[in-house]
């Protein structure tokens, strides 16, 4: 990620439209924006996991993602699991490992860079 022409801004989060995005089980809300230039194009999401989501699909974008609420379970697609709670972040580059999300009882709320 290059962050290049991008001049200062401030996003309130409540006031953009959530869209949905169903999974295998329950959903993903997300509130979206893009900066930059459209041939480097940065999207950042404020994501609403519901309770018990689980995603429908393997990912391969590379993310940086800060759990807010909540707890993130992921699994990558070598079968390695790791628990994300509140004030914890992963990051992961483009095409690098295949990654899935899920929740619990109590869904999360997560920052997401990519």
Not at 28 to 42: C, I, L, M
Request: net charge negative.
């Amino acid at each position: 990620m290059h962050l290049t022409d991008i001049p200062f801004g401030v996003t309130d989060w409540a006031a953009l439209a959530p869209t949905r995005h169903p999974g295998e089980r329950g959903e993903a809300s997300w509130r979206t924006q893009y900066f930059g230039p459209d041939d480097n194009r940065v999207r950042v999401r404020l994501v609403d996991y519901s309770a018990g989501y689980l995603a429908d699909h393997w990912c391969s974008k590379g993310h940086v993602l800060f759990v807010l609420h909540g707890e993130l379970l992921t699994e990558l697609e070598d079968g390695r699991t790791f628990t994300l709670r509140a004030g914890m972040s992963y990051q992961v580059a483009d095409g690098a490992e295949a990654h899935r999300s899920s929740t619990g009882a109590a869904g999360a709320r997560l920052f997401i860079v990519d």
